[in-house]
């Protein structure tokens, strides 16, 4: 699975879980009076490519992962060359992709958090029950990607 797969699919994990969160947490603040329905006034839209992509610490993520990939190639030519057995030879270097895909995870996780706490800053602010993916939405919901991306810029 390539790198932006991954980016992508975990930043989609923490932002649907975060939706939710801040959904449960809305939910559990209305009383039990009041009976009134969510609106698209209270649903938020972001697109999560753009605000990664918008990241302040993605490039130098980007540099590093890049430099230890080479470096992570590298080694796993050298383990294959010291083998005899092919066998062995791909366990080197699923070993060393693994290793990649572990630093991969170590330098994204901050840069998904900062994501994940600037959505639910702008959602705070706004009064937002509920952000969705925009692209999974047809109809409605308040886009905030430029929020969001303007409050991960104002944290850097």
Do not use: W
Not at 130 to 153: E, R
């Amino acid at each position: 699975m390539s790198t932006r797969k991954v980016i992508m699919l975990v930043l989609a994990v923490t932002l649907f879980i975060m939706s939710l969160s801040v959904s449960a947490s809305a939910a559990a603040k209305k009383t039990s009076a009041s009976s009134t329905p969510i609106t698209a006034d209270f649903v938020g839209v972001v697109d999560r490519g753009l605000i990664l992509d918008n990241h302040p610490g993605l490039n130098q993520a980007r540099q590093q992962l890049a430099e230890i990939a080479r470096r992570k190639e590298n080694e796993a030519k050298e383990a294959a060359d010291k083998e005899t057995d092919t066998a062995k030879k791909a366990q080197a270097v699923q070993a060393k992709r693994m290793e990649l895909a572990q630093e991969e995870q170590r330098l994204m996780a901050p840069i998904y958090r900062d994501c994940e706490q600037a959505v639910r800053e702008v959602a705070v602010k706004r009064k937002l029950t509920l952000v969705l993916d925009k692209f999974v939405v047809l109809i409605g919901g308040v886009d905030i990607t430029q929020d969001v991306i303007q409050q991960l810029s104002r944290k850097k």
